[in-house]
Every structure is written in structure tokens, then in C-alpha cells.
């Protein structure tokens, strides 16, 4: 798969991008800067090998002929990217959003959250962009430093909210493909209201225990993934 990465130079984007690029997919980090895309590239380079299928671009040209699109920029941000690449963003294509809506947005900590008005940030995005391009909202519950440690499986499940169940189970593919995660259909991208507030607790959690890697995982099945149909 051809993937994306808006905002791939930041931690969360870059430890998408790495894992990713080492389960074998077509991996483009998108920057505001092309030339700090290209420093993303030789840093993924030289963890994962020489031949590692990572590209580097601006980030609206890291979007034509994405088969998945991933945002991972700050909120305060968001709004202004998805104008920005509004054009690029063609019918059907798969926009896994990660964003949290963190109050360091105005100036507050990261363990509070906005409420935007749109009921989330994924949300938000969508109406930005319009009808056609298939919203996720995931990943919130996944630490980047984890997602960037290769060397250990990442403990912690994906929860994925979208209304468009194939877009779903794509990005669920994906998580798939990254040691130690599950996913979970969590609901409807309104779900994202509950999911995206998430990360600014486990940071809270992370800033009392002294830690960068708190995750979360929902009990009941060994094995989530799709749901029956
Ligand atoms: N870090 C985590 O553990 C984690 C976990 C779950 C969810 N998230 C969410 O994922 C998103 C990215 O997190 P992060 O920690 O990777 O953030 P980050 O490192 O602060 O920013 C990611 C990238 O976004 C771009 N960016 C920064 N400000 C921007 C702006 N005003 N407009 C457009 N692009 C901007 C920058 O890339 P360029 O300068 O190269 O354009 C930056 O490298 C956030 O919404 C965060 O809440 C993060």
C-alpha cells in the first residue's frame, strides 16, 4: 500500500512511518518543509536500512496516489493542513486522522482537551474536507515512543472510530501489521469524541507514573479486530 504520512517528521507520524515502511508498505513523509521531510527520510533510513521504501515530500504532494492518508499534526494545525490538502484528497480515499484536540492548542497543558465544536477533531477534519474521503480517527491510545522503540512489540490496542466499515478494516490491516497491537471498532466517527480525549489521560497518567509508554487495552475478547457482520 502507498501510505502518506502528513505531519510525518513528529513523533507520532515518524514511528507510524517506521513501522509501517518495515511491514513492507510505500511509505511518504509529508512536511511543511521539504527539506525537513527529507531529514525524516535519512533518519528512517538509517534505522530501517538503505533500502527502506520510505519517500519524503511536502506534505501536499505526499498525498496524490496515497491509497491511505495519515494526519499527524498538533490540532492547533489541523484545520489549516486539511484546507491545504482539500484538493489532493480524492473520493474514497482512506484518511486515518490521530489527531487529540490538546489544550496546548491555546496555550494550555497537555492533559486538558478542547471540546471543538464539530463534537471532535476527526469530525472537524471532515467537515473541512467534505463529503468523499473515508475518515478514521485512531491511534490516540498509541505512545509514539512505543511506536518508535522497533525493537519491542507495542502494548496498547488501536481504537478506531469511522462510519465506513472497509475503511475501517483497512486501517485495522494496517494496526495488524504492527507487533502487539489489536484493533477495535469502537463506533461511528463520533466515537472519536470519546477516543481522542484518551490521549491527554494517558499522559496525565504518564507525567504522575514517570512514564512515556502508557497504553490501553479493552478486556473481553483475546482477538478484536472486525466486528461480524
Ligand atoms: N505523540 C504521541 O505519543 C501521540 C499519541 C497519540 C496521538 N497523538 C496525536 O498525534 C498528533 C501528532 O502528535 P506529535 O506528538 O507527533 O506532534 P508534533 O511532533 O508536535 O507534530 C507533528 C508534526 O506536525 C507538524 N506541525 C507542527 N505544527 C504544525 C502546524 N501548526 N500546522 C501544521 N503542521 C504542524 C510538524 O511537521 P513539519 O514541521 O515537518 O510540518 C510536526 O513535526 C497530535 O494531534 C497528537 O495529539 C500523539
Do not use: C
Not at 474536507?129 to 525493537?151: E, K, M, N, Q
Not at 504518564?206 to 509508554?213: A, F, G, I, S, V
Amino acid at each position: 500500500m502507498r501510505i502518506a504520512v502528513v505531519g510525518g517528521t513528529g513523533e507520532e507520524g515518524f514511528g507510524l512511518a517506521l513501522r509501517l515502511a518495515r511491514a513492507g508498505h510505500d511509505v511518504v513523509i509529508g512536511s511543511r518543509d521539504e527539506a525537513k521531510a527529507a531529514d525524516a527520510v535519512s533518519r528512517a533510513k538509517a534505522i530501517l536500512g538503505a533500502d527502506a521504501p520510505v519517500g519524503g515530500a511536502a506534505n501536499i504532494d505526499a498525498v496524490p496516489g496515497a491509497d491511505v492518508v495519515i494526519v499527524t499534526v498538533p490540532f492547533a494545525g489541523q484545520a489549516k493542513t486539511y484546507e491545504l490538502l482539500k484538493p489532493a484528497l480524492v473520493d474514497g480515499v482512506v484518511v486515518l486522522d490521530a489527531t487529540s484536540p490538546l489544550a496546548t492548542a491555546v496555550g494550555g497543558k497537555a492533559w486538558e482537551v478542547l471540546r471543538p465544536w464539530a463534537g471532535s477533531a476527526a469530525e472537524q477534519a471532515r467537515a473541512v474536507v467534505g463529503p468523499g474521503p473515508r475518515f478514521v480517527a485512531g491511534f490516540h491510545t498509541i505512545a509514539a515512543s512505543a511506536l518508535t522503540d522497533l525493537d519491542s512489540p507495542v502494548d496498547s490496542d488501536v481504537l478506531l472510530a469511522g462510519d465506513d466499515a472497509e475503511a475501517v478494516a483497512i486501517i485495522g490491516s494496517l494496526a495488524d501489521q504492527i507487533p502487539g497491537l489489536r484493533w477495535v471498532h469502537v463506533g461511528g466517527l463520533a466515537m472519536a469524541r470519546i477516543t481522542e480525549t484518551l490521549t491527554p489521560l494517558l499522559i496525565s497518567i504518564n507525567r504522575r507514573y514517570k512514564r512515556r509508554d502508557a497504553g490501553f487495552r479493552i478486556v473481553g475478547e483475546s482477538d478484536w479486530g472486525a466486528p461480524a457482520p
